[in-house]
Structures are given as structure tokens and as C-alpha cells.
């Protein structure tokens, strides 16, 4: 069955602190896509980025990094020098092929960035 | 260009009354879905719809919610009769295809209130 853990809830930082946040998956599919996006306060879901199996290179953009391993099942997402404009809840999604696109979301972590 | 469009983004009903929530797409994007957000929790597909056909909608709860996306374009989700538990943020998202999962666009919900 297909599966996303966010263990974490709530995390709260002051700004330029380095924040991870982490994803745990389940699937049965050696071939499945993952995600991330942030939804701040308005509501809509902003993609980040997307990361099919086959590519465990880590990605860096900018300020974000995401830590794929596949050994752990573990698609992390990290934020450096967190900035205000941070705080939002980031949800970490898994997509399967021949579900035209489906996504199945971990619950959110909710990230606040106090100044 | 424009992104997803929802109306009404709030709408606070009593138990019993109907509802209905409007969506329209990127334009030329085939796959269209509704995704539930229930507070503090990560969205669940609803019901996905390829041009004008709905082809996952093992997840809509046929007995009060129905939805339809006449022309392959906009859609609507509705509810008849609205219970205390369908309050919850209804997202609508679309993609250009289901082929290959990518990146969703998502509007911004509309956000029902059962009293």
C-alpha cells in the first residue's frame, strides 16, 4: 500500500537556522515519483520539486535541498538560512505511474520562522 | 497566464443544504481533480477527470457529492445535503496529462462550513 510519513507536526525556528524536514514513504512500485510542496496561508499548493526513483542524486536549489535514499525509503527536505517568508506547512506527496497522477500527502509539517 | 480558479473560496452552509464548488483549469490542461483537505491533514483525491470523463472516483462519496466537467473544461463538485463532517477545504488542481505524474497546479480552495 502507498504510504507518506511526516513525523513531524510543527517545527519552529528562528530565522537562519538551518531546518530539515523529513519524509518517510511505502510502496510497492520500484517506479513511483515524489514531491514536495508548500502551502502558505492563502491556501494553494506551491510545487517544489519532483524526483522519480531512478535519480537518488541529491538536488540543490538555492536555499533548499532534498535528500532522496532509497535504502531508507526517506525523501528529505532541507532549508537553509530559513527566512520568514518560510513559514508554511510542507506537504511531501508519492505518485505512482498508471494512477494518472494521483499524489497521496503525508499530513504536513507545519514550519514557523520567527524573526 | 492564469492558474486554477475556485469560487466561492468560503462558504458557510447549515446541515442539509446543498453546495456547489466551481473550478476552472489552466487552460489546455486535460486532467482535471478535486482533493479534500480536512484541517491539519494532507489533501485526498476526490475524483480525477481526463478531458470530460471521470476516471478515478473510487474515493467520492456517490450518496451526497457529485461532480461533472462538461466540455472537457470547468468543473463542479457538489454536495447534497451537506453533513457537519463535509466541513473541509475542497482543492481542485489540474495537469496537462495523467500519462506521467508531474507537476500539479492547484487552485486555491474553497473552504466549506457545515453548521
Known amino acids: 500500500a502507498q504510504k507518506v510519513t511526516q513525523a513531524q507536526t510543527e517545527i519552529s525556528v528562528v530565522e537562519k537556522e538551518d531546518v530539515t524536514l523529513d519524509c518517510v514513504y511505502e510502496t510497492r512500485d520500484t517506479t513511483y515519483y515524489l514531491f514536495w510542496y508548500k502551502q502558505p496561508p492563502s491556501g494553494e499548493l506551491v510545487f517544489l520539486i519532483r524526483r522519480n526513483s531512478f535519480d537518488e542524486q541529491n538536488e540543490i536549489s538555492g536555499r533548499y535541498s532534498w535528500n532522496f535514499q532509497k535504502s531508507t525509503s526517506s525523501f528529505n527536505f532541507t532549508i537553509t538560512a530559513s527566512q520568514v517568508v518560510d513559514s508554511a506547512v510542507y506537504f511531501c506527496?508519492?505518485?505512482?505511474?498508471?494512477?494518472?497522477?494521483?499524489?497521496?500527502f503525508g499530513q504536513g509539517t507545519e514550519l514557523s520562522v520567527k524573526p | 497566464e492564469a492558474g486554477v480558479v475556485q469560487s466561492p473560496r468560503y462558504k458557510i452552509i447549515e446541515k442539509k443544504q446543498p453546495v456547489a464548488f466551481w473550478c476552472n483549469p489552466i487552460?489546455?490542461?486535460?486532467?482535471l481533480y478535486w482533493y479534500l483537505q480536512n484541517l491539519g491533514q494532507g489533501p485526498e483525491l476526490l475524483i480525477r477527470?481526463?478531458?470530460?470523463?471521470?476516471?478515478?472516483d473510487s474515493q467520492l462519496p456517490k450518496d451526497r457529492f457529485s461532480a461533472e466537467r462538461l466540455k472537457g473544461v470547468d468543473s463542479t463538485l457538489k454536495i447534497q445535503p451537506a453533513e457537519l463532517g463535509d466541513s473541509a477545504v475542497y482543492l481542485c488542481?489540474?495537469?496537462?496529462?495523467?500519462?506521467?505524474?508531474?507537476?500539479?497546479?492547484f487552485g486555491e480552495g474553497s473552504r466549506l462550513t457545515v453548521l
Open positions: 477527470y481526463e478531458n470530460e470523463e471521470a476516471v478515478d
Open positions: 488542481a489540474s495537469s496537462l496529462s495523467g500519462l506521467v505524474p508531474g507537476e500539479l497546479f
Open positions: 487552460s489546455g490542461h486535460n486532467t
Open positions: 506527496a508519492l505518485s505512482e505511474p498508471n494512477q494518472g497522477g494521483k499524489l497521496i
